[in-house]
């Protein structure tokens, strides 16, 4: 596998605050990587430490073959978390003005279209929405056609749709053999986005592996969860195959299958169970994510699948 980005043992500190602590991976070419980790995990320091933006107190990094600092701009494409660019420049003109930076530019009114703003083209960036600014500052990073993109927090403001056009994107890029490092919050974006996934925590590096080795790792169980209309559950008995807790009105099977979702009704049928709700719910990038910091997410994970209500 051909490395395109390769960082050894990185360690950073600001004052007091250590932001990397012996960080170490590599990326291959093509590949999408992203990167997670709570707030101050350290993602930014690193996606700076990678791209020669700030200099690290210990550690190399090799950037296509050099020193991130020696790396030719033309290949390389960074979207910054914090990124403001001239406000009284319309988007067509601040990617006319950054296409003349390089030798070789993409087509203004490709990469309007690429990142759905061609109809706000002539809008100052100080009056586009958040969203379309995001998009802007995202077809900036384009203008090169960098052969590695770094993205920090990319759709961050950006709407439902938006979001899922920018995914579209990134797949069209990583497609056509860019590589793409990327940080985000959102674990929907990186679990459909990235084909190996690296955990920040406190500086550290706390795993690496694609999305599915993760969640089989550390992403715990799927489960049925069955929401009973008034009935208490605790006299409810199951056959012994299925393993379940009660917890108020709510009786959870444990480690069910999907193939296991219909016996498993049955049984509740069985069973004389009058439930207004079953919740078949998978693990995913959220549930290796909580297991591996420790923290909680405000609103639980939507279902996987939602079933249909118990009425009966
Ligand atoms: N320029 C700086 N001066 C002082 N401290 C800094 C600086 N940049 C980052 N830090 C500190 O380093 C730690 C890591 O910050 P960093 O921005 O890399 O985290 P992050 O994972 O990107 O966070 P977020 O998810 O909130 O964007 C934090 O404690 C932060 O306060």
Redesign the pocket.
């Known amino acids: 596998m051909n490395e395109v980005l390769v960082a050894a043992d990185l360690h950073k500190s600001?004052?007091d605050?250590t932001?990397l602590s012996g960080v170490s991976l590599s990326v291959a070419e093509g590949e999408v990587f992203g990167l997670i980790?709570?707030?101050?995990?350290?993602?930014?320091?690193?996606?700076?430490a990678l791209t020669g933006t700030t200099a690290v107190d210990g550690g190399t990094v090799s950037l296509l073959g050099d020193d991130p600092t020696d790396v030719d701009r033309q290949r390389l494409g960074l979207l910054p978390?914090e990124f403001r660019p001239a406000g009284r420049l319309t988007a067509r003109e601040l990617i006319d003005y950054y296409a003349g930076l390089y030798d070789d530019a993409r087509d203004t009114d490709d990469l309007l279209g690429e990142v759905g703003l061609a109809d706000a083209a002539d809008t100052w960036y100080e009056n586009l929405s958040g969203g379309q600014q995001r998009r802007a500052c995202i077809a900036l990073t384009l203008v090169n056609d960098p052969d590695v993109l770094f993205l920090?927090?990319p759709t961050t403001g950006i709407d439902p749709a938006g979001r899922r056009d920018l995914w579209a994107l990134v797949e069209r890029l990583a497609d056509g053999g860019t590589t793409v490092f990327l940080?985000s919050?959102s674990m929907e974006e990186v679990e459909r986005l990235a084909d190996r996934v690296g955990l920040?925590n406190a500086?550290e590096l706390v795993t690496v592996g694609s999305p599915d080795e993760l969640v089989t790792e550390h992403g715990g169980e799927s489960r049925l969860v069955v929401r009973a209309e008034d009935e208490s559950l605790d006299s409810v008995a199951l056959p012994d195959e299925f393993a379940t807790s009660v917890h108020g009105s709510e009786l959870t099977i444990h480690g069910i299958g999907p193939r296991e979702i219909g016996p498993a009704v049955a049984a509740l049928d069985d069973a004389g169970v009058t439930y207004e709700s079953l919740v078949w719910k998978q693990p995913g990038l959220e549930e290796v994510y909580l297991s591996l910091t420790g923290e909680q997410f405000e609103a639980a994970r939507p279902a996987s699948v939602a079933l249909a209500g118990g009425d009966r």
């Open positions: 600001y004052g605050v932001a980790g709570p707030n101050g995990a350290g993602k930014t320091t690193l996606v700076r978390q920090d927090e940080t919050h920040l500086g």
